[in-house]
């Protein structure tokens, strides 16, 4: 059971590292602005797997937290590219 897990991890950790490269070496800020995204929602993915390992469901309410922060600092932050300002 143990080594389901750590391929899973690994699989996302490796999917993290993906879009870190895209992060790095993109050719524009959307694509960079999405690869952050993609980065914060393995994280999501990866803290679920180690809450569900360790059997401790406090790891599952700061995966839900950090989904709602991603969410909507990917939204402000594709606003102001769009506008050039965060509120108008």
Do not use: H, Q
Not at 38 to 50: N, R, S
Not at 78 to 88: I, N, T, V
């Amino acid at each position: 059971m143990i080594s389901v897990f750590l391929i899973s991890s690994m699989l996302v950790i490796f999917a993290i590292f993906l879009a870190l490269y895209r992060v790095i070496l993109g050719p524009g800020v959307f694509n960079r602005t999405v690869a952050v995204n993609v980065i914060g929602t393995k994280t999501i993915a990866l803290l679920v797997l180690i809450g569900y390992y360790t059997e401790r469901p406090e790891f599952f309410d700061i995966a839900l937290l950090y989904a709602m922060l991603n969410f909507i600092g990917t939204v402000i932050f594709a606003r102001y590219l769009e506008r050039g300002e965060l509120w108008s």
